[in-house]
């Protein structure tokens, strides 16, 4: 069974920065897409960016574009999800998620997400 | 503001039908497929529905999706109170460099 074990909490100061790591279990971890999707209290999901371990390569939402940095050890089957320039808005629970279909057998990324950390949350507090 | 349109709330009591609806544009809904995400409170999302209408292994053919031009929908029937919960529809959007859009959420009380 898959399973996505995520980093603890975090509370950072405006203006850092905040690293969480997602460990994964279970499966092959290389050739499965895993994104990063944020939930401020009370809010939605949003949609941060993602990587294929296996390619190496990660793609972001504009939004996030410049601010958040995502990447893979596949030694250790944990991915990572590094945001900048936090401020009280990035107040949220990071998720991680993996894709359920292969990159390898989809040739891509297929954006639908059937494993999930159990999320960190981030608080952003001077 | 979402990208998709979901209303806020829906209800039902116990063993009757609802559907939720999700609104979109020709950039995500229109030109992709839509999946459907279940989260009970203080949980992470669970993926309920793919690929517009497709049930992963484990969850119950009471819940079905479909998708018609711009908007999709998802139907639960016989309704349980272990169905109170949030859902989200989501989708890729092909605008902005392309990225996975979600509706704003909406709240399922069973009465």
């Known amino acids: 069974q898959v399973q996505l074990v995520q980093s603890g909490a975090e509370v950072k100061k405006p203006g850092s920065s905040v690293k969480v790591s997602c460990k994964a279990s279970g499966g092959t971890f290389s050739s499965y897409a895993i994104s990063w999707v944020r939930q401020a209290p009370g809010q939605g999901l949003e949609w941060m960016g993602g990587i294929i371990p296996i390619f190496g390569t990660a793609n972001y939402a504009q939004k996030f574009q410049g601010r958040v940095t995502i990447t893979t050890d596949e030694s250790t089957s944990t991915a990572y999800m590094e945001l900048s320039s936090l401020r009280s808005e990035d107040t949220a629970v990071y998720y991680c998620?993996?894709?359920?279909?292969?990159?390898?057998?989809?040739?891509?990324?297929?954006?639908?997400?059937?494993?999930w950390g159990q999320g960190t949350l981030v608080t952003v507090s001077s | 503001q979402s990208v998709l349109t979901q209303p806020p709330s829906a209800s039902g009591t116990p063993g009757q039908r609802v559907t939720i609806s999700c609104s979109g544009s020709s950039s995500n809904i229109g030109s992709n497929t839509v999946n459907w995400y279940q989260q009970l409170p203080g949980t992470a999302p669970k993926l309920l529905i793919y690929s517009n209408n497709q049930r992963p292994s484990g969850v119950p053919d009471r819940f079905s999706g479909s998708k018609s031009g711009t908007s999709a929908s998802l139907a639960i029937s016989g309704l349980q109170s272990e169905d109170e919960a949030d859902y989200y529809c989501a989708a890729w959007d092909d605008s902005l460099n392309g990225h996975v859009v979600f509706g704003g959420g909406t709240k399922l009380t069973v009465l």
């Open positions: 998620a993996r894709d359920r279909v292969s990159a390898v057998v989809n040739r891509g990324y297929s954006y639908d997400f059937d494993y």
